[in-house]
């Protein structure tokens, strides 16, 4: 029997660089705006826009010194250059920094709403009755920057779940904010957090009392809407001893030339034994082919397991933006506590994405996990950068951390920037990280089965990316592969 | 100290002694980098983890001389199998011809200054100073800017010295302190082979900062093997660059054995600039004490079709700090590579810390990279193994880190050093029997 296995031919390996190139040509499917009157503040930052914002939401005296405080230590940072992304430096008074709908809300009736907003949700297979019929999924949606519906707002109420928009949060349960919001990402922690700490317009609330387990998936969509509007979005979850709660975040933007500025601050607080799961599917506009264009996404995610046994879990799938710079974050403080990491990054065209994570090892006997895959095409770059720390007293610390990089082309780029830090000689610490592209080998494998090659390439990255996918809830899976298959259509089925 | 007038004087004076070498522009060049980017502090990312400028708050003597040192401390000094090797004395930083020995034909030496005059200018010039390209802090162009009693090295092409290079670094603190900074360049003919050893002494009790800088230039189908043995004093400190350019299809093959010294920075790069290079790069770190290693490696794939692979393993015993930092660059051209490092780390106790990050910047998609990063303790299964056979905890725990630290030892081929090397080990672990082949 003849077992000599031939090289595949040379239309197969055209067909593969083309089935990339469409990939990479791959037009934004989202794209589109709303045509919404919006109350807007005038362009630019100053004291005055902290003060209108605060004004407009009808805050509390405490929230609007705690936003100058905010405003006036952000006029003494600086915007870090450490980050592997280049862009031309942002011009911060070129910004709205509050754009409203303008219609009236009445909550909790669906008919009431504008009926252009409905169909902005219904473009992005989304809309609320039928997400509310069918899969009992409770949205908060946002759409620039104020919440304009919440959902099941009273069958959460029944169990004492609190979900709500952040400025209603802070007229309704004042004290939990002032306890917990920035706590864990603190007002001075870095340039973006203290802008956003000075601006947010809106964002979610979320507490989940002692020993009750949230019986379904919350979840908020957030959308950039009008021009030139930045959207600052603060989320702040806490969960109780004993608790459990699954949040969804998934973001589309509509297409713009300007490049527009996204920094949300999320806080996650979990009690002992409470539990959070955190997954986020991230789709803003990333621009067009030649990189003209996009959303510059640069978020500070962060949570803390307080409690005993406690456990926090990120989860993302990255394939929007034109840059991102997010590294979702757990501070290990209680015993037993646990962190985990999953992502998903893919970049494409002139998307630049410097994302990872940070685990904080502060408790004894903490655990954290990263998987981390990075996809990269077109003229891409693609860093990861992570850091483990296990401090002095962090007994029997353990950490996995695994970042693969697969290269779709060869100009794009993927980089890896993994510290690690042991202070502790009891834990035990493991990274490993590979970067390759698809196999020829693989490719002919699927082809010789009679698998064309554009879906084992589907395949092949549906592998590659499974570890992260399957951590994600299943009302999520469906749209994460669905916005990969945007992202790298073509390539994926 | 850290102010650029103190350095400027030391400069002025070198500038109005070595006027003649045909090195005055470059060191002039250097002082201008020197001057513009400053000591690193913590904050520059490459010296994150070693507090560098903290040595640079004393005053320092600049040898522009090698000083006497007597037969007695030569002999104390001289490894193994130095009565068949080729020698070479730098004391506090100045080569001296007076105590060096060649004993190849095949080898030629010489001042860097002579060399920088006649047939090697060429090469002089075009090889001197390119590790700055990588190294852009203040430390590099330190030495740079202090280029003199350096010494070149040249092998001839198609020959292979049958002795290993010996290459001595005494810094004589006996009376002052001393910031030594020797600098070489090693040019290694297409077709020809050499062994370098280098290893670094301090004498007294004074400070003692040996500011390093060797630059290896290796020629088509030529093969190089160098051997680093750091076991200073625990007040001596240093920063030991070794900057090595595959400008042909070539081997490298380099061991850095880091075992005492008080701050301890090595920069290793390896720059492949031929198709079908091929690197090998191990390190092990055994320390105890206070002290502080830092390695940082660099691999730079410019062209296609090469293979380099790293191994660092460290041991941390009392309160020693280990870093590790390595870099893996694989241009856009660079296709077919394959890069693999790995860094494994022990900690002994609980003083011990470890600092690693193993970095990867890929922009060529046909390509196999890997790292790998660990940290950990000793193996509770295997001592337990160990001990359930009446083998003693302190042996027994000797044992494993004699196992996990010969995974990098095996990799010393000139069997003299080998086993200087082992013996410090066993001497460290206390050991009982020393440990040599038969045992293994």
């Known amino acids: 029997m003849n077992t000599e296995i031939l090289p595949p031919k040379t239309s197969d390996i055209e067909n593969e660089l083309s089935t990339i190139e469409r990939a990479v040509q791959n037009e934004y499917k989202y794209g589109f705006v709303t045509d919404i009157e919006a109350d807007e503040a005038p362009m630019g930052l100053s004291e005055e826009i902290v003060r209108f914002i605060s004004a407009k939401k009808n805050e509390p005296v405490w929230m609007l010194e705690w936003r100058l405080k905010a405003y006036n230590q952000w ?14 430096p942002i011009n911060y008074q070129d910004i709205i920094y509050y754009s409203a709908p303008k219609q009236k809300i009445a909550p909790g009736s669906l008919d009431e709403i504008d009926p252009e907003l409905r169909r902005t949700f219904e473009k992005l297979g989304i809309s ?11 949205v908060d949606a946002v759409i620039d920057s104020v919440s304009i519906s919440t959902s099941f707002r009273e069958q959460l109420g029944e169990l004492g779940i609190i979900f709500c928009s952040m400025s209603e949060a802070i007229q309704d349960h004042p004290d939990l904010i002032k306890k917990y919001m920035s706590t864990v990402v603190p007002i001075t922690d870095n340039y973006f957090s203290a802008l956003n700490s000075a601006v947010f317009s809106d964002g979610s609330f979320c507490y989940i009392p002692k020993g009750v387990r949230c019986p379904m998936e919350l979840s908020t969509y957030f959308r950039i809407n009008a021009e030139n509007t930045g959207q600052f979005e603060r989320t702040l979850i806490v969960a109780e001893a004993g608790s459990y709660v699954s949040y969804l975040e998934g973001c589309t933007a509509p297409m713009r030339d300007e490049n527009q500025l996204h920094a949300a601050v999320v806080e996650l607080i979990a009690m002992d034994d409470a539990e959070i799961k955190y997954s986020t599917v991230q789709n803003w506009y990333p621009g067009d082919k030649n990189g003209k264009g996009g959303i510059y996404n640069f978020v500070t995610k ?18 929007g933006s034109a840059i991102t710079w997010k590294y979702p974050s757990v501070i290990l403080k209680g015993d037993n506590s646990t962190g985990e990491f999953y992502s998903v990054a893919v970049t494409n065209n002139y998307q630049q994405a ?20 990075g996809i990269s095409a077109g003229f891409s770059n693609n860093s990861y950068r992570g850091l483990v720390h296990v401090s002095k007293n962090a007994v029997n610390a353990r950490n996995y951390s695994q970042c693969d990089s697969l290269l779709l082309g060869d100009k794009c780029g993927a980089h890896t920037f993994p510290y690690i830090e042991v202070k502790n000689n009891t834990a035990v610490v493991e990274h490993e990280a590979t970067t390759s ?14 698998i064309d090659t554009e879906t084992a390439v589907a395949l092949i990255i549906n592998g590659f ?15 994460a592969q669905k916005l990969l298959a945007i992202s790298l259509e073509g390539s994926v089925g | ?24 522009s470059i060191r002039q060049r250097s002082f201008i980098e020197l001057a513009e980017k400053g000591i690193p502090t913590v904050r520059n990312e490459e010296w994150k983890y070693t507090r560098i400028s903290s040595l640079f708050n004393k005053e320092y003597d600049f040898p522009v001389d090698a000083v006497e040192v007597s037969e007695n401390d030569l002999k104390a000094i001289r490894l193994p199998g130095h009565e068949e090797a080729n020698e070479l004395f730098f004391i506090n930083g100045n080569f001296s011809p007076v105590y060096s020995n060649i004993r190849s034909a095949d080898l030629i030496t010489m001042p860097l200054e002579v060399a920088a005059k006649n047939e090697y200018s060429e090469i002089v010039k075009k090889h001197l100073g390119h590790s700055s390209h990588y190294l852009k802090d203040g430390i590099n162009a330190l030495n740079t800017a202090f280029v003199h009693g350096g010494v070149f090295i040249h092998v001839q092409k198609g020959k292979a010295p049958e002795h290993p290079v010996y290459i001595y670094n005494i810094t004589d603190a006996r009376s002052v302190n001393i910031l030594a900074q020797p600098r070489s360049l090693v040019h290694i003919s297409k077709n020809a082979q050499v062994q370098i050893v280098e290893t670094y002494t301090t004498l007294g009790t004074s400070a003692s900062f040996t500011n390093q800088v060797m630059e290896i230039i290796v020629e088509q189908d030529a093969m190089v093997e160098y051997y680093k043995i750091q076991n200073d004093a625990s007040h001596a400190s240093q920063v030991s660059t070794t900057h090595i350019r595959q400008v042909g299809k070539s081997f490298t093959h380099t061991v850095t054995i880091s075992l005492n010294g008080d701050i301890v920075r090595n920069n290793l790069n390896v720059i492949m600039e031929a198709d079908h290079c091929e690197a090998h790069l191990y390190g092990l770190y055994f320390q105890s004490g206070k002290t502080h290693v830092d390695n940082h490696t660099v691999v730079d794939n410019k062209s296609p079709h090469c293979l380099s692979n790293q191994l660092y393993k460290g041991i941390l015993n009392d309160d020693a700090t280990g870093v590790f930092n390595g870099k893996i660059f694989v241009r856009q051209v660079a296709q077919k590579t394959n890069a693999y490092q790995s860094n494994k780390n022990i900690l002994l106790s609980e003083g011990a810390t470890v600092n690693a990050k193993p970095q990867l910047e890929i922009f060529a998609d046909d390509v196999k990279c890997s790292h790998g990063c660990t940290v950990g303790k000793l193996d509770e299964e295997g001592l337990f193994y160990l001990r359930s056979r009446g083998v003693s905890e ?9 196992a996990f630290a010969v995974d990098v030892l095996e990799h010393i081929k000139p069997t003299a050093i080998r086993h200087y090397v082992d013996q410090i080990i066993s001497q460290r672990l206390e050991f009982p029997i020393p440990l040599d082949e038969d045992l293994i």
Request: charged content about 30%; aromatic content about 8%; proline content about 2%.
């Open chain 1, 75 to 88: 006029l003494k940072m600086e915007e870090p250059k450490w980050a592997n992304v280049k862009f031309p």
């Open chain 1, 128 to 138: 609320l009755d039928e997400q509310k019929r069918l899969t009992g999924v409770a």
């Open chain 1, 302 to 319: 962060r949570g803390i397991c307080r409690g005993k046994n406690s456990k926090i879990s990120w989860t993302q799938v990255e394939t």
């Open chain 1, 354 to 373: 410097d994302t990872g994570t940070k685990m904080q090892h502060l408790g004894k006997n903490t655990k954290s996990r990263i998987v981390s895959k």
């Open chain 1, 437 to 450: 592209k698809i196999g020829e080998d693989q490719i002919f494998y699927c082809n010789q089965r009679g």
């Open chain 1, 465 to 479: 990316a499974k570890e992260v996918m399957n951590q994600l809830p299943m009302e999520f899976a469906v749209e």
């Open chain 2, 1 to 24: 100290m850290n102010s650029i007038e103190y350095f400027k004087e030391h400069f002025d004076q070198l500038q109005l002694i070595d006027k003649q070498s045909g090195l005055e």
């Open chain 2, 394 to 402: 302190k042996m027994a725990r000797a044992l494993l880190v004699q």
